[in-house]
């Protein structure tokens, strides 16, 4: 395996954003993994909302761990700083990198393995310092890079490719995201592009920690009868909540403008069914009149009343509005730190002569 | 009375044992300062237990005029203010020295010696008949040994009185309670004995230039002077005091004028993978970036290490080494990191090492290992142990150069970036072995791909065997390069030395000080201190140009012995293990003891005539 670079077929007639940019402009290396990976349509998805909010993508600071999942920050925004770091440890690299630089776009890419097990504390604790970034976990409910073991989100029941029942019971991110005080939590498919754009796009634009749980089936593994993570398993049971027109104002960051408003055009609370080109069906209901997607305890009892029903609720369930990020909550200065001026850093020969009375 | 007493001025040991958490630390410090003050060379050893309150505690206070200040396990007072530990701390007296107790108490017959001089001051009879609180009484027991010890080793009232009023300036109620305890025990002590004794203090001038002080603090001075803005980190004994030290400059030295927000980030991580990951994230962006741990740590950190090796990302850790293995002696010392830090991680890696021999060289190489880190783009290590991080040393003065600029390696800016066709992350230009590297968010040129898994000098993927080996023989030579501008080995040589001595870190003063010693029993020995790894071509010259080595350090199995022959290809059997495991800091007995023994085990006929002789000399086990 090679890194291949696509080449940049320039069409004139492709649309252009505010930098003048086109969605070519924020592609990657052509992808490795199997035909038909969900992951590729959350990459698709990932520079569809990159494009439409008009980033730099040198001003982006691409982070993941290990897995498939994990690879695909290659295969998206090529002009962007990348950082495949180690199994389950992005979380910590990420802190860092937003520690010392808070101006830089950070949006990590992880997969259920990578963030439920090994990662699961690093992930805890960026969502508790609520560091300021996109956290993508790529949800197949197994183990795509090392072939088909059980991940912590497959549900009790499940059934692997070889036949063995999963009998552990799963770790959903969306609920310990919320348990955790999360400041952003979204829940979606990757067969559903139009709702996840913006989901993507809200999550950016998000100040703090923006947890996205994607359910991404892995074909190779995870998509067959027997599994709930399969693309059939996922249509029938999604529950979207398109609340996408909810959206923070532009004062969350001021260098991704926001370049139109993203809105939605269903009835509250109507139910809609999709039949999709393979014969399956999606129910696409409208959040329902009363859901406040700020009030976390009703958020935590509505999820939780649907999941006893067998629906999984997608779309953009909770977000703190007030979220005061990790820089905020250190007090530190606005500049980022890596670029304050040595002189300024360095309190002198003087000043350790003062310190030093105290030695004697 | 024995009166075994030989004039022992400013040339002494003392212990004082008491209780943990009963206040006696600010009483130590006091009489180690008031020392420090007359102008003459003390050290102070903490010997304190793995908890916080009620068991057995120890400091030691060594004085010597010369400068000797390593560890001496030899007493000429102790101050036994702990009844759970006096069998052992009256057995730790030399014969003809001298014990205080309180006589508040009558003393078991038993533990007795009649080579011992008893001085029994009624402390708590006289906190008790002074002192109304029940808190108040305890604390000032040990303002009453400090004064009783103040008037038996003629230490300077108005010295120790002035840096009571120091302290205490904006708390006079406590003043007064210092002042009273004070004389309280100077007058006892006074009026009881011979004061002062034999052994005693006189007014010198030998530390004007120097300054008393922990190597953890001198670390987090050094962060801060070589402009460290991120710090991440996970509690671990004996490194935790390097994070407080550097938060509590940072309050006085990094607050943003008009805002009063920090120009620092600290982060108290959930763990040690999780520090070590922060600190190659900072790195990777370009902020000088940091963690300070112990033995248990590194491991954890092992897996980031090979990461920031591997993808070639600065990173800069404290080790103040503990004994081990596993949870060990956390409150003990040893040089136990040796090789885990060398070779840290799977696969073949090497990292750079500091050893720096005390707190000064702590602040010196503190900024040295940020500049290192960001010139090679890779882990750089401090191996400071428990020793040199939490006791009192007496250092020269710190000194800061205003013109010093940091070296911020090849980092291409956005001019540089603007001017060149393509970047590619890991082309070696200079023939160095070190590639210019790019900061995230400066230039769209400068955009590349980190990471830990196997790719060519492009930066992109490969598991191309070809391509993947140039990468790695380039990283060997980048190390080779990095040996060359580390700190030079110092080598002290003595004409017609018969042996070399080897050593590094903590260990430095006792050898100074055996050196002169058995220079003195007619045994001259060269002695070469390394400060650095990878070793320079010229460590191995050393090794080869003396017919017996010996390896001073502090652990079992002798791992810097190994490290030197696995790196110049010495003969490892030839290299003699000499020093003490068991913790406690080195001194030069250990080292004597072991070097006349094993000289005269195998002299040669030539030499045998200066060896001393048999009597008295046990080889050191521990
Ligand atoms: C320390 C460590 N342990 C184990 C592995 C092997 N490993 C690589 S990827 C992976 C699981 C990936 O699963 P997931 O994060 O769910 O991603 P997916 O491949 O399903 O997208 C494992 C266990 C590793 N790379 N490092
Ligand atoms: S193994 Fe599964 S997760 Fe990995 S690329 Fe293939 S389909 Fe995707």
């Given at each position: ?9 320039r ?15 924020y ?16 990459t ?7 494009f ?15 897995g ?12 962007a ?27 990590g ?47 009790v ?29 979204a ?15 809200a ?5 703090g ?82 859901y406040?997607?700020?009030d ?29 990020d ?5 007090q ?5 730190l ?10 002198g ?12 | ?9 400013n ?27 007359m ?8 010997i304190?237990p ?5 068991l ?5 206070i060594r ?11 030899e ?80 230490i300077?009232m ?18 007064d ?18 004061c ?6 006189e007014?010198m ?19 801060i ?8 980190w ?26 009063g927000?920090?120009?620092?980030a ?14 190659i994230?900072?790195?990777w ?9 112990s ?9 980031f ?5 591997y ?28 090789l ?6 799977h696969g ?20 040295l ?24 040393w ?6 800061w150069?205003?013109?010093y ?28 072995g070190?590639?210019a590297?790019?900061?995230?968010g ?6 590349f791909?980190?990471?830990?898994s196997g ?8 598991e ?6 140039d990468v ?23 004409p ?11 260990c ?22 390394l ?6 071509p010229?460590?191995g ?9 010996f ?5 079992r ?7 030197l ?27 004597v ?7 005269r ?18 080889p050191?086990?521990?």
């Amino acid at each position: 395996m090679t890194y291949i670079t696509k080449p940049k077929v320039r069409h004139p007639s492709l649309p252009k954003n505010r930098l003048g940019l086109t969605t070519r402009d924020y592609e990657g290396a052509m992808s490795t993994l199997c035909a038909g990976c969900g992951h590729d349509s959350i990459t698709a998805a990932i520079i569809q909302a990159a494009f439409d909010l008009s980033i730099d993508p040198h001003r982006v600071a691409k982070m993941s761990g290990i897995g498939c999942s994990s690879k695909t920050p290659t295969y998206f925004m090529g002009q962007a700083h990348g950082f495949n770091s180690v199994h389950g440890r992005m979380p910590a690299i990420a802190t860092g990198a937003n520690a010392g630089n808070r101006e830089l776009i950070c949006i990590g890419v992880s997969g259920d393995g990578d963030s439920l097990s090994i990662g699961l504390g690093q992930l805890c604790h960026a969502i508790r310092r609520n560091v300021d970034m996109l956290y993508v976990i790529e949800n197949n409910g197994v183990y795509g890079l090392t072939k088909g073991q059980f991940s912590a989100s497959a549900d009790v029941g499940t059934k692997s490719k070889r036949g063995v029942e999963n009998v552990s019971p799963p770790i959903d991110p969306v609920f310990l995201a919320l348990t955790l005080g999360a400041t952003f939590v979204a829940r979606s498919f990757s067969g559903d592009k139009a709702q996840l754009v913006p989901i993507l796009k809200a999550g950016i634009q998000h100040r703090g920690f923006a947890l996205v749980d994607v359910i991404s089936p892995c074909v190779a593994f995870n998509d067959h009868e027997g599994s709930t993570k399969s693309y059939m398993y996922t249509r029938e049971h999604a529950l979207p909540l398109l609340e996408a027109d909810f959206v923070p104002a532009p004062v969350a960051t001021d260098f991704v403008p926001i370049q139109r408003e993203i809105t939605t055009s269903y009835e509250p609370g109507s139910v809609n069914t999709v039949t999709l080109h393979d014969g399956s069906t999606v129910r696409f209901r409208k959040i329902p009149e009363n859901y406040d997607p700020t009030d976390r305890d009703s958020v935590y009892s509505y999820l939780r009343e649907r999941e006893h029903s067998g629906e999984v609720v997608t779309g953009l369930l909770y977000v703190d509005p007030a979220s005061a990020d990790m820089h905020a909550t250190m007090q530190t200065v606005e500049r980022p730190l890596s670029e304050i001026p040595f002189e300024e850093l360095c309190p002198g020969a003087k000043a350790l002569e003062e310190i030093q009375r105290g030695f004697v | 009375m024995t009166t075994l007493a030989r004039q022992q001025v400013n040339d002494f040991a003392f212990k004082i044992a008491t209780v943990n958490g009963t206040g006696s630390s600010s009483a130590n410090d006091l009489i180690r300062k008031t020392i420090f003050r007359m102008g003459v060379p003390a050290s102070g050893k903490n010997i304190f237990p793995s908890n916080i309150q009620g068991l057995p505690t120890w400091y030691e206070i060594r004085v010597n005029g010369a400068g000797h200040t390593a560890r001496t396990p030899e007493f000429d007072l102790m101050i036994a203010m702990n009844p759970a530990t006096y069998a052992r701390d009256i057995a730790e007296v030399r014969p003809g020295g001298w014990l205080m107790h309180d006589s508040t108490w009558p003393r078991p017959d038993a533990l007795m010696r009649d080579d011992v001089n008893m001085l029994g001051v009624p402390l708590a009879r006289l906190c008790n008949e002074n002192f109304a609180g029940a808190r108040e009484r305890i604390l000032m027991k040990n303002i009453a040994y400090a004064g009783a010890l103040a008037a038996l080793l003629g230490i300077d009232m108005a010295v120790i009185e002035e840096l009571l009023s120091q302290t205490f300036s904006k708390k006079k109620a406590l003043l007064d309670s210092n002042f009273l305890a004070l004389r309280l025990g100077y007058d006892r002590a006074r009026e009881s004995f011979d004061c002062p004794l034999p052994m005693r203090l006189e007014k010198m001038d030998a530390t004007r230039d120097s300054i008393l002080i922990d190597g953890n603090t001198a670390a987090a001075l050094g962060c801060i002077y070589a402009g460290a803005t991120v710090a991440a980190w996970y509690p671990i004994t004996p490194s935790t005091s390097l994070l407080d030290a550097f938060q509590a400059f940072v309050l006085k030295l990094r607050r943003d004028p008009e805002t009063g927000r920090a120009r620092v980030a600290i982060i108290q991580a959930e763990d040690e993978l999780a520090a070590a990951g922060m600190v190659i994230g900072a790195n990777w962006v370009g902020a000088r970036a940091f963690t300070a741990t112990s033995g248990p740590g590194i491991s954890l950190m092992s897996e980031f290490i090979g990461l920031a090796y591997y993808a070639e990302v600065p990173a800069v850790f404290f080790d103040i080494q503990r004994t081990g293995p596993s949870t060990g002696m956390p409150t003990r010392t040893q040089q136990g990191d040796l090789l885990l830090c060398a070779y840290a991680s799977h696969g073949d890696t090497k990292h750079i090492l500091l050893f720096p021999a005390d707190p000064g060289e702590c602040f010196h190489f503190a900024v040295l290992a940020f500049d290192i880190a960001e010139r090679f783009q890779t882990p750089v290590f401090v191996l400071s142990d428990l020793d040199i991080g939490m006791n009192d040393w007496m250092v020269p003065r710190l000194q800061w150069d205003d013109a010093y600029r940091p070296d911020r390696g090849k980092v291409l800016r956005a001019e540089e970036l603007e001017h060149i066709t393509q970047f590619h992350r890991y082309v070696d230009v200079d023939g160095d072995g070190v590639a210019a590297r790019t900061l995230p968010g400066v230039h769209p040129k400068g955009a590349f791909f980190t990471r830990g898994s196997g790719h060519n000098r492009n930066g992109d993927y490969t598991e191309d065997a070809a391509e993947y080996s140039d990468v790695m023989h380039r990283l060997t030579k980048k190390l080779e390069t990095a040996a060359l501008s580390l700190p030079a080995p110092e080598v002290s040589t003595t004409p017609g030395a018969i042996a070399g001595i080897v050593s590094l870190g903590g260990c430095h003063r006792a050898i100074v000080e055996a050196v002169a010693l058995l220079g003195e029993r007619g045994i001259p020995v060269d002695y070469m201190r390394l400060r650095g790894f990878p070793f320079v071509p010229e460590v191995g010259a050393f090794l080869r140009e003396h017919r017996r080595i010996f390896v001073v350090e502090q652990n079992r199995d002798g791992q810097l012995a190994s490290l030197l022959s696995i790196e110049t290809g010495f003969c490892r059997d030839k290299l003699e293990h000499v020093g003490t495991f068991g913790g406690l800091p080195l001194s030069a007995g250990d080292v004597v003891e072991h070097i006349v023994a094993a000289l005269r085990g195998a002299a040669e006929p030539e030499h045998e005539a200066r060896l001393p002789q048999a009597a008295g000399d046990t080889p050191v086990t521990e």
